[in-house]
């Protein structure tokens, strides 16, 4: 399914068929919780997710993403609330425990400019 960022920060949009993300969680955490890849901790499953066929002789940070691979293009973390009455007209933060690295963050059809502290 493709959609614009407008679209999937808007109420309404239906995620239907999307993984399911308890959050914090990374990308990869929610789908290993959610079956669609075997934990990576064990064994060898680590060599099995998409990317991980990578040479031991070269350091793996520094290798090329492989093409095709489900982790080259952006994720998204979607969810809705309502924000209590008596809230809404004070400045209100939200915490996002589930950056590790980098995030566009859209709110109602809008991607904000955000600061990191």
Not at 37 to 66: E, H, I, R, V, W
Not at 104 to 115: A, D, E, F, Q, S
Request: net charge positive; aromatic share 14%.
């Amino acid at each position: 399914m493709k959609a614009a960022g407008e679209q999937i920060s808007s109420v309404g949009f239906d995620a239907q068929g999307w993984h399911k993300a308890e959050i914090p969680a990374t990308v990869v955490g929610a789908l290993v919780t959610d079956k669609t890849y075997p934990d990576p901790n064990f064994g060898t499953n680590l060599k099995s997710l998409p990317g991980m066929n990578y040479s031991d002789k070269n350091l793996f940070a520094n290798q090329d993403m492989p093409e095709g691979s489900p982790f080259r293009c952006s994720w998204w973390y979607r969810t809705e609330f309502t924000p209590p009455a008596r809230q809404l007209k004070k400045t209100e933060w939200l915490n996002f425990l589930g950056i590790n690295y980098r995030a566009n963050i859209w709110v109602n059809g809008h991607k904000w400019r955000m600061r990191l502290t």
